[in-house]
T-cell receptor, first 111, second 116 residues
């Protein structure tokens, strides 16, 4: 069964304190791993798509990496405005063709 | 970037009434649209997948007669919650995937439904 697990559930950082969020997955034929950011009361905002092990993508203070079993979202020198819930999702090559979401990591960056 | 809009952003209704939520892809055509609901502090739960011009495919446990989905064009999908009850109160989010074959789904801002 396709599954996505994110850790930690919650993370509190000081401004400027770099860290990483983890997304572990088991899927039959990965057709993409997606990172989204979700602010309270809003829909998820697309960040990155990764397709194959070794792939990396960057956007401002965020960098996403992918291996055959997990993905990391690295946050470098975070700012308070980076506070949000970060969601990871995968799409498998199976018949369902739907996104399977993890439960998210709630990130709080304190000034 | 791709933009998906939803209307209304919030709605309050009385028990027994029906509520329609619109989802539009503003700058791209979407062959496939998705409807999710999200309870507080929980992740997104897929309700149904709709393809333009076809009947929606509902996830297990989602009542198709209660949650009516229409995907009449490549830029518009609607979700109608029929005979709403307080337990239907939730955050409903639509999502769209472009016809170009790209895998990325873009999400709307969500609609907060409160049923009194």
């Amino acid at each position: 069964e396709d599954q996505v697990t994110q850790s930690p559930e919650a993370l509190r950082l000081q401004e400027g304190e770099s860290s990483s969020l983890n997304c572990s997955y088991t899927v039959s034929g990965l057709r993409g791993l997606f990172w989204y950011r979700q602010d309270p009361g809003k829909g998820p905002e697309f960040l990155f798509t990764l397709y194959s092990a070794g792939e990396e993508k960057e956007k401002e203070r965020l960098k996403a990496t992918l291996t055959k079993k997990e993905s990391f979202l690295h946050i470098t020198a975070p700012k308070p405005e980076d506070s949000a819930t970060y969601l990871c999702a995968v799409r498998s090559g199976g018949a369902t063709n739907k996104l399977i979401f993890g439960t998210g990591t709630l990130l709080a960056v304190q000034p | 970037g791709a933009v998906v809009s939803q209307h209304p952003s919030w709605v309050i209704c009385k028990s027994g009434t029906s509520v329609k939520i619109e989802c539009r892809s503003l700058d791209f055509q979407a062959t496939t649209m998705f409807w999710y609901r999200q309870f507080p502090k929980q992740s997104l739960m897929l309700m149904a997948t709709s393809n333009e011009g076809s009947k929606a495919t509902y996830e297990q446990g989602v009542e198709k007669d209660k949650f009516l989905i229409n995907h009449a064009s490549l830029t518009l999908s609607t979700l109608t919650v029929t005979s709403a009850h307080p337990e239907d109160s939730s955050f409903y989010i639509c999502s769209a995937r472009a016809t170009s074959g790209a895998d990325t789904q873009y999400f709307g801002p969500g609609t907060r439904l409160t049923v009194l």
